[in-house]
């Protein structure tokens, strides 16, 4: 195990609704990043957060929208649910900024939006 | 723009055989590289990475080879085994640093 956890691990919204998805750090590290990884695809990143602060975004729209906590813990928001957001979203993390890379997956949460 | 491709989708080998996994990318400015592999119902797990200054890297039972000048990664397994049967994915660095881009995964299925 990476010690990165994820909440919930299984989530069903009806379009058009809003979700949170919770994401807690390995412990140590201050970079969190967030991807959407849709069946049978690989991860697609959607952003990063480095000490409570976005410091990188993928082309996701605004309605992704996140948090980083003083703990280093992390937060996925997306409002008005559409039918292509179901997907597996994936969180990583890794210590510093721009120094190592090797960063470590949570296990995930599945979002499905019927 | 930026693309990681595999040039297989699935690959099956014997127990016991080598793997070789490829992987296409098209960012000739990218500088670094990583292969994760991906379990069923699991995050992707770190494998092996490399920089672009160097052409080959190895680890325990892995080593990945890349060849700038045709832009090509390959991830070499040794001896396969059964707890080696999941998806690869390789992942190239954006050009800002900030994260990675993956490319769509091979399957590797290891037959007894």
């Known amino acids: 195990e990476t010690g990165v956890t994820q909440s919930p691990t299984h989530l069903i919204k009806t379009r058009g609704q809003q979700v949170t998805l919770r994401c807690s750090s390995q412990?140590?590290?201050?970079?969190v990043s967030w991807y959407q990884q849709a069946l049978g695809q690989g991860p697609q990143f959607i952003f990063q957060?480095?000490?409570?602060?976005?410091?990188g975004r993928g082309n996701f729209p605004p309605r992704f929208s996140g948090l980083q906590f003083p703990n280093y813990s992390s937060e996925l928001n997306v409002n008005a649910l559409e039918l292509d957001d179901s997907a597996l979203y994936l969180c990583?993390?890794?210590?510093?900024?721009?120094?190592?890379?090797?960063?470590?997956f949570g296990p995930g949460t599945r979002l499905t939006v019927t | 723009g930026e693309s990681v491709g595999l040039h297989l989708p699935t690959l099956s080998v014997q127990e016991g055989d080598n793997s070789i996994i490829n992987c296409a990318y098209s960012?000739?400015?990218?500088?670094?590289f990583i292969w994760y592999k991906q379990e069923s119902g699991k995050g992707p797990q770190f494998i092996i990475d490399?920089?672009?200054?160097?052409d080959k890297r190895q680890g325990q039972r892995v080593t990945v080879l890349l060849n700038k000048t045709v832009k090509h990664l390959s991830l070499q397994i040794a001896a396969t085994q059964p707890g080696d049967s999941a998806v690869y994915f390789c992942?190239?660095?954006?050009?800002?640093?900030?994260?990675?881009?993956f490319g769509p995964g091979t399957r590797l299925s290891v037959l007894p």
């Open positions: 990583a993390s890794r210590q510093g900024n721009r120094g190592s890379y090797e960063q470590y």
């Open positions: 412990s140590g590290h201050n970079t």
């Open positions: 957060y480095y000490r409570e602060e976005e410091n």
């Open positions: 960012n000739s400015a990218s500088d670094y």
């Open positions: 490399i920089r672009s200054n160097m």
């Open positions: 992942a190239e660095r954006d050009n800002y640093g900030q994260n990675f881009v």
